[in-house]
Nanobody, 127 residues
């Protein structure tokens, strides 16, 4: 069974850091892209960052560029999202998902292209 499981969320003060993990089972990353998404209360789910399992290419949306870092550990079948300089507006449930195929930046903005969504992990940033 293909599955993604997120972990690492929590409560942190503004300016603090968290590292989220997305661990896969049932498949390997080689032919997949892994994306991180978030959904704040009352808002639509949005893409945050993605990484290619093939060549490690990465992309960040403007809202997190320079503060978040996505990385992949193939041996552990895990993708990480290191979040630094957190802001209250980063508060959301964070999800990871997979998309098979070539790495395409525009795909991060089209949620229907992604599958195997995890259950999400809550990130709360207090001011």
């Amino acid at each position: 069974e293909v599955q993604l499981v997120e972990s690492g969320g929590g409560l942190v003060q503004a300016g603090g850091s968290l590292r989220l993990s997305c661990t896969a089972s049932g498949f390997t990353f080689d032919d997949y892209n892994i994306g991180w998404f978030r959904q704040a209360p009352g808002k639509e789910r949005e893409g945050v960052s993605c990484i290619s399992g093939g060549d490690g290419s990465t992309y960040y949306t403007d809202s997190v560029e320079g503060r978040f870092t996505i990385s992949m550990d193939n041996a552990k079948n895990t993708v990480y999202l290191q979040m630094n300089s957190l802001k209250p507006e980063d508060t959301a449930v964070y999800y990871c998902a997979a998309r098979e195929g070539l790495f395409r930046i525009w795909a991060l903005y089209t949620l229907r292209l992604w599958s195997n969504w995890g259950q999400g992990t809550q990130v709360t940033v207090s001011s």
